[in-house]
Nanobody, 132 residues
Framework: QVQLMESGGGSVQAGGSLRLSCTASGYTRRNKCMGWFRQAPGKEREEVARIYISSSGGLTNYADSVKGRFTISQDSAKNTVTLQMNSLKPEDTAMYYC???????????????????????WGQGTQVTVSS
């Protein structure tokens, strides 16, 4: 059973940076999709960033709202995915969830699906709060 453990959330002022990490245990799939979703109070959950991890490296996808500000990366040796968030805005305030696809449903041409139903393993979430 795959378990995802997130860390790195917190509070920051607008324009600041935070780094989220997600370590997967029991995740032995060779080619796989992992990523981050977020949900703000009163809003629907939305995708943030995804990464297709294979022997040739990582292929990334981003929501338009975070392109150019957020970077997702992976450390295969540590089975860890990191989300570096720069130039944070108050509208980035949300609970951030690490996700993983353990059944091979998420890979698509060009990377990984943006739809949450393709990710069957979810972390408990880490809160990010950005003040103006």
């Amino acid at each position: 059973q795959v378990q995802l453990m997130e860390s790195g959330g917190g509070s920051v002022q607008a324009g600041g940076s935070l780094r989220l990490s997600c370590t997967a245990s029991g995740y032995t799939r060779r080619n796989k999709c992992m990523g981050w979703f977020r949900q703000a109070p009163g809003k629907e959950r939305e995708e943030v960033a995804r990464i297709y991890i294979s022997s040739s490296g990582g292929l990334t996808n981003y929501a338009d709202s975070v392109k150019g500000r957020f970077t997702i990366s992976q450390d295969s040796a540590k089975n860890t995915v990191t989300l570096q968030m720069n130039s944070l805005k108050p509208e980035d305030t949300a609970m951030y969830y690490c996700v993983a696809d353990t059944e091979g449903r998420a890979p698509i041409a060009g990377g990984c699906s943006r739809w949450e139903y393709n990710y069957n393993s979810w972390g408990q979430g880490t809160q990010v709060t950005v003040s103006s």
